[in-house]
T-cell receptor, first 112, second 112 residues
Framework: EAQVTQNPRYLITVTGKKLTVTCSQNMNHEYMSWYRQDPGLGLRQIYYSMNVEVTDKGDVPEGYKVSRKEKRNFPLILESPSPNQTSLYFC???????????FGPGTRLTVT | KQEVTQIPAALSVPEGENLVLNCSFTDSAIYNLQWFRQDPGKGLTSLLLIQSSQREQTSGRLNASLDKSSGRSTLYIAASQPGDSATYLCAVEGPGTYKYIFGTGTRLKVLA
């Protein structure tokens, strides 16, 4: 089954404790992206990757890092999480620009 | 900077009604527009993708139109059902490939 998976689905952590949210897709998509969703603000793009080793900033990249060492994986790294990064995070992928995006199930992160 | 607006923010209709959801964007230099459905606590499900050269797309009871010059898209849902209750989001790609901007959504409730 074609899908985008994220792990963990739920995470509660404390300020400053480094964490990684994994994202994997099995559709051989070149493009992958991370979003955060906050009430009243909608989904905002954090980072995206056009292919292995090629990444770029979205609208809200501060406090996040990404890497794309393999085509199928695109982890999101929070090196020193803060409470304002409490949010619902989504990973997405697509074959390339101008095509349909497929989303993962989301990761709900709480930073205390 | 591209901005995407969805009005109304919430809508409640009786079962069987035909309804229209609106999406407007400020910069007409888009590559495509995509409509999604999001159920509470869940990920996004793609409904329809309209390329910038297209005027509309149809899938079952759903029809989406795009008027790039006026910066507007509508999602038409025919014969609404309680199972259609969800939040509907629109997103545009552009200006700039891989730059996705989302609206904040319309929360639809279809009453049985």
């Amino acid at each position: 089954e074609a899908q985008v998976t994220q792990n963990p689905r739920y995470l509660i952590t404390v300020t400053g404790k480094k964490l990684t949210v994994t994202c994997s897709q099995n559709m051989n998509h070149e493009y992958m992206s991370w979003y955060r969703q906050d009430p009243g603000l909608g989904l905002r793009q954090i980072y995206y990757s056009m292919n292995v080793e090629v990444t770029d900033k979205g609208d809200v990249p501060e406090g996040y890092k990404v890497s794309r060492k393999e085509k199928r994986n695109f982890p999101l790294i929070l090196e020193s999480p803060s409470p304002n990064q409490t949010s619902l995070y989504f990973c997405a992928s697509t074959t390339g620009g101008r095509d349909e995006q497929y989303f993962g199930p989301g990761t709900r992160l709480t930073v205390t | 900077k591209q901005e995407v607006t969805q009005i109304p923010a919430a809508l409640s209709v009786p079962e069987g009604e035909n309804l229209v959801l609106n999406c407007s964007f400020t910069d007409s230099a888009i590559y495509n527009l995509q409509w999604f459905r999001q159920d509470p606590g869940k990920g996004l499900t793609s409904l329809l993708l309209i390329q910038s050269s297209q005027r509309e797309q149809t899938s079952g009871r759903l029809n989406a139109s795009l008027d790039k010059s006026s910066g507007r898209s509508t999602l038409y849902i025919a014969a609404s059902q309680p199972g259609d209750s969800a939040t509907y989001l629109c997103a545009v790609e552009g200006p700039g490939t891989y730059k996705y901007i989302f609206g904040t959504g319309t929360r639809l409730k279809v009453l049985a």
